[in-house]
């Protein structure tokens, strides 16, 4: 069985579940956040009532803490122990799909500067574990909420690292798709835009490259009342001037 957190929840098997009932989904959802870490009646009874909680908040906890233990962990190697005010589901690493993701992450980021290929290859699989938005359909708590911003955070470098080691290998025509969604993406993202446009300038796409920078300029005063950052003004300044290093440095 795996726990799969990134993307909708999703307990993948032989037979993929997903759960039902919104309470019941938020709590596992935060007890595999914690995974093997002790978490207090309190902090579950914030994330799944962060406005108001009932009267027999603690009553009903334990309500859904039952359901999962009778209805949605059975077999599965998973366990919720109880601690005198505090639940710790007991799950190897290697089932949560967030392990992962840290694992592929910490290999690909260590090989950035050194093997671009095998850097290559690990954060290309750690961003193919993403489903979709970080427990989508979840309410976000504190605990939901902080876990589904850091996710998205190590997407993003693992997008930016996937770009800057394909144009270290050549690969620069076949990224110019994956960048353009990106951008699309994450408009305000300048890292991305300056991977497009180099990876444009490279293909012989010079017009295109330097509109990327004009679209660039466009957002950015109008969302945050900023330029273009220094450093995408530089490439702007050496693809005007066909500097040679910027091809160069695609073999």
Not at 41 to 57: G, K, Q, S
């Amino acid at each position: 069985m795996e726990f799969q957190l990134l993307g909708p929840l999703r307990l993948a098997g032989t037979q993929p579940r997903t759960i039902s009932a919104p309470k019941v989904e938020a709590l596992l959802a935060t007890l595999l956040i914690r995974a093997n870490q002790p978490v207090s009646t309190d902090e579950l009874i914030d994330e799944l009532w962060p406005d108001a909680p009932p009267r027999r908040a603690r009553a009903a906890l334990h309500v859904y803490i039952s359901q999962l233990r009778r209805n949605v962990l059975t077999g599965d190697g998973a366990r919720i122990h109880t601690h005198a005010q505090r639940y710790l589901l007991t799950v190897e690493e290697s089932e949560v799909d967030a392990h992962h993701l840290q694992q592929l992450h910490g290999e690909g980021t260590a090989a950035l500067r050194d093997d671009p290929e095998r850097a290559l290859a690990a954060l290309t699989g750690a961003a193919a574990l993403f489903r979709g938005p970080v427990l989508a359909g979840v309410p976000q708590g504190l605990i939901v909420g902080t876990f589904a911003r850091w996710a998205e955070e190590i997407r993003l470098e693992c997008l930016e690292g996937i770009a800057q080691c394909s144009l270290r290998t050549g690969r620069h025509r076949e990224l110019i798709r994956d960048l353009s969604r990106w951008v699309e993406e994450h408009p305000l993202n300048e890292t991305f835009r300056e991977q497009l446009m180099l990876a444009l300038h490279r293909s012989g796409r010079r017009a295109e490259a330097l509109e990327v920078f004009q679209s660039a300029r466009r957002v950015l005063r109008d969302e945050l009342g900023l330029d273009p950052r220094h450093t995408m003004r530089r490439l702007q300044s050496a693809i005007i001037e066909a500097d040679p290093e910027l091809l160069a440095a695609a073999g």
